[in-house]
């Protein structure tokens, strides 16, 4: 174990592979190459560029699956995902053992691969872990150590040859033949497959699995078919009601709303809602409110944005279509008008955790958010937050884009000062996900506290009447209501670690007791 | 020299550098793995990703050039390109020698660099030398031996680590301060960026140059600002009428409209022009009036095509708006129409030689291409063809998705059976280019010669009354009207490689009597 610049205690190696210490933000500077794929020729594909298999056994078994190797998939089907499902259950029907699984994050629909867990077909899972297999993961039950990264991360560890990726499967809305991919359309549409993109270029074998199979070309090629080993026609990918919902709803509750309305009203007073400026607000019920409050101020100061990055939902494709926004860069579509508005609106853009995220490479389009808004299960005293766990050490939730965010302008969190008489805001954060330097702004319903890092946003603020208070302040006022809270007792063992942008380790989470 | 699959005396060594010879189509296996670039950090780009430096002087100095490096550009802007001369102005000015010049093709507007080549600036060009640069070659005077490859073959050598960018240029009709850039908008639109894809992903540096900066996000970003290290504003990079042409001619020659109507005619007995059929036919003369029989065939029949191959111009955009094309697949818009419809129409789809001909990939999409219409300067009686030298010799130009096109279902070349009284259709192709098993038909003002391997071709235009002929018939006809050709004289000294699209050599050319 050695401790982190951030001061946590971490191991230098972790399931067998040597770990990087996080070194504090933009220190930990990569040498060597990007991971380089095998060289392929067209002569080793058939010569009609067809590459169907009759099912996705017989993909899996011509890709060599076998004992000990990595499988990755996407969460684009989010909780309506069956595609996962399906191969461990063929994996287990071939005996197979000892898989990584490499997905971009899992959903409570995949506690379907907890007997898999428990019988050695799956060893271990490197990626976001929401609910039932977090809980299990936090109780010690996964043979190895979770790994959890940020989108931008996974692109990152990908690339860099951190994670190598024996079989890619990819579920697509829309294929042809050759393996030309898109999520715009088909029973099962979500919108963009953004979330495959480092997969398929750096995967051994890439396998495409579609339940609507179109005439080559499919276009547009959101995942592109030069790629592809091979592709498989399935009658169902996914439950297309979990995978986007049909509606998103703002939220009603009036703590949330008092939130959504400071956040706002800070972002005015800080001079950020201005002509030509960009937000990130996300698809929570608060999110979306503080984005209704932006449209609110735009519309009354009769400016624009030049862009906003989704999650796109149903309120942001209106703020486009109204006029108020130029652009949508978007990672995932929340819903089905951002889903049709992505498919017609040219303006509307996909964009993938490369183009977003991606921290290894020449920079990335996170940098140019002029202001975004994230959530946390905890912030601390040097405003520090937690994503994944909650203050019992619970795993419950993925990172996300959140880490690669906080590489925006000004970064908002706003939070409870309280949930369920457990304070957020706490002496020191149960998991560090992000370090407080990146962390600007905490908005609670009992006050704002600023980073003092950020004198110019207390400078611009300082006269706007707004309820400022020191994150101190918050804690003393959150503890004096709920009383001082224990800090969890933790087991010793490490049942996960959470990568840095970079690749680096900045904090473990331990077993709980059970 | 070793004599390799095609019967053709090819060295072991070029340039210095190793050579594999030609092995036959699809026998050569390639192994090892692709070029892996360095990995970078967004910590050492700036963190407001601006990446503008003040001059395209600044960002070369920046980007370390220096003797010896190898220096890639595009020829998106054709014979109007300004970039490529700014670039050796600089170098010359800085006194950098022994440049190797890697364009994706060369144009007469490059005679500019003659002076380089002479003093020694530049000692290597390897890219397409259409005219000067090629008769400059042809006669001895380049220092090193250039090395010609189709567009499909460079972005094979750059993946797979046969050339190493030091530096690539991209010129960017519209960019953005990050280096996001695309062709579509701004004076010098040209309508894609596809043949700077592979530079901007592998080469070690990159510089986005445009004339037209746009606020972040330029949108569509085809090339993507993540790749790129440095960006500049100049005041002009290239002249418009020579970068696309206003118009596009169908030919008024009565022998070339007899060639388009034959080939049309061919292609219709054999069936090919059915409901659902693809099609390339270039952008040349013929070829576009080939395209205006198909349209007559295609209204005439009630059917269309599921997809047109790009270079686009004013005919194939009709046809698409028209509705008798489903999708446009551009390689490279050829006129102002072509521009115009890739910014508007979300089907007609920009490409790259990625997508379309990389036949070190998993397949590539020339493949789905129902027939293709082709020219070449020779045809031989192996039904092999000569695009690169004219029949005394000089190197004048170049190979473009030529070679990449051949994996079409069927290839046809029309070609007149003499020019200027020179015979087209010889005993054997002064430069080899490409092997005549993939060459289907030979279309001539004086008949049509199957190749004896399409059994079905001949099977299914047995009856359609067409003048059919052996190549040996057309041969001799021409060399009834012409005389026997003899064979140019050339001297021992190779000045020119060409590559096969697999990075083996298919052939070399030597230096012209003078």
Known sequence: MIRNAAGRYVPTELNGEKQIPYMGVGK???????????????????????????????????AGLKDGMTISTHHHFRNGDLLANMIFDIAHELGVKNLRWFPSASFPCHAHLIPYLEDGTITAIEGSMNGPLGKFVSEGKMKSAGMLRSHGGRYQAIQDGEVKIDIAVIGAPTADVFGNANGLHGPSACGLLGFALADSQYADKVIVVTDNL?????????????????????????????????TTQITKSPDRLLLAELTAKFCDAAGIIKDGFSFQAGAGGTSLSVAEYFRAIMRQKGIKARFARGGSNKYLVEMMEEGLVDYILDGQTFDLDGVRSMAQNPNHTWTSPFTSYNYHSKGNFAQFVDVVILGATEVDLGF????????????LHGIGGWQNCLFS???????????????????????????????????????????????????????????????????????????????????????????WVDGTLIDVVRQVQS
């Open 28 to 62: 930990y500077i990569p040498s060597g190459t990007k991971h380089a794929p095998a060289i392929r020729s067209n002569s080793e594909f058939p010569e009609d560029g067809n590459k169907m298999v009759s099912s996705l056994k017989e993909a899996l078994q011509k």
């Open 214 to 246: 179109v005439p080559f070309p499919c276009i547009p090629w959101q995942i592109q078919g030069n790629y592809v080993d091979f592709t498989v026609l399935v009658d169902k990918l996914g439950d297309p009601e979990k995978i986007v919902s049909g």
């Open 384 to 395: 520090n937050a937690n994503v994944v766990t909650h203050s019992d050490g619970y795993l």
């Open 409 to 499: 302008k000004t970064v908002i969190i706003p939070v409870p000062l309280f949930r369920d008489r457990i304070p957020v805001v706490r002496d020191e954060v149960t998991t560090l996900c992000g370090p407080g330097e990146l962390i600007d702004v905490i908005v609670t319903e009992r006050g704002i506290a600023i980073n003092p890092l950020r004198k110019d946003l207390i400078e611009k603020t300082r006269d706007s009447g707004l309820p400022f208070k020191t994150i101190t302040e918050l804690k003393e006022e959150a503890e004096k209501i709920c009383g001082k809270p224990s800090k969890p007792v933790l087991q010793e063992k490490i049942v996960a670690g959470i990568k």
